[in-house]
């Protein structure tokens, strides 16, 4: 599926995070429910409240996940995405670089578990170490190695909006267009990445805390 989605808003909450959810998922109800595999569609501002999400697609439910982040973290996401790089290593380009020079790969991201309002992953490496992660974090990570994202059923099943029609697709493809022809200017100027003609956020709350 080609790219980004608008979705059906549920009502507030936060990072690592989105919203108010219908409920939590901690670590041990998730771990008896399956993984499935989602989609990183990208990040975005939203115009009416100026929050940065990045949604994750269960292309299988037609459901997208939104997780409020910080815009630095927004940032590292879309300018992975969008293939820049940076004149010196960034912050998750060197946790990718670390792990190529001590032999390890990021077998995958796993989003395991959401509680009050906070989404949790772990890093799961190739020797089978896991780590406990934000989830911004692991996804900006993810990005940069081609590593599948995948998330707890449980977690879609709670967090997951649906996704809307065609009229909300057209919103999808500009912003694909936008990161198809984004250049470093777009990534750095106060707030984190916004398409044309969308404001910067001049604030930043903390990532992964309730607002």
């Not at 990183?40 to 292309?59: F, K, M, P, Y």
């Amino acid at each position: 599926m080609s790219g980004l989605v608008t979705i059906r808003r549920p009502p507030r909450a936060t990072c690592g995070t989105l919203r108010t959810y219908r409920g939590s998922v901690d670590a041990d109800d998730a771990s008896d429910a399956p993984m499935v595999p989602v989609e990183v569609l990208g990040v975005r501002q939203q115009q009416h409240d100026q929050e940065i999400v990045v949604l994750l697609l269960d292309a299988a439910a037609n459901l997208a996940v939104p997780i409020v982040i910080g815009a630095r973290e927004a940032s590292a996401i879309a300018m992975a995405q969008a293939g820049l790089v940076t004149p010196r290593p960034m912050t998750h380009d060197l946790l990718r670089d670390l792990l190529g020079a001590v032999g390890v790969e990021l077998d995958r991201v796993e989003i395991v578990a959401l509680d009050g309002g906070v989404f949790f992953a772990e890093l799961v490496l190739s020797n089978g170490t896991r780590l406990d992660s934000r989830a911004s974090d692991a996804i900006a990570l993810a990005v940069r190695t081609t590593s599948p994202v995948l998330c707890s059923a449980e977690v879609v099943a709670v967090a997951g909006v649906e996704v809307v029609d065609v009229e909300q697709q057209r919103e999808v493809e500009r912003f694909r267009d936008f990161l198809d022809h984004a250049t470093a200017a777009d990534f750095t100027a106060p707030g984190g990445p916004h398409e044309p003609g969308t404001p910067p956020n001049g604030g930043e709350r903390p990532d992964d805390a309730p607002p």
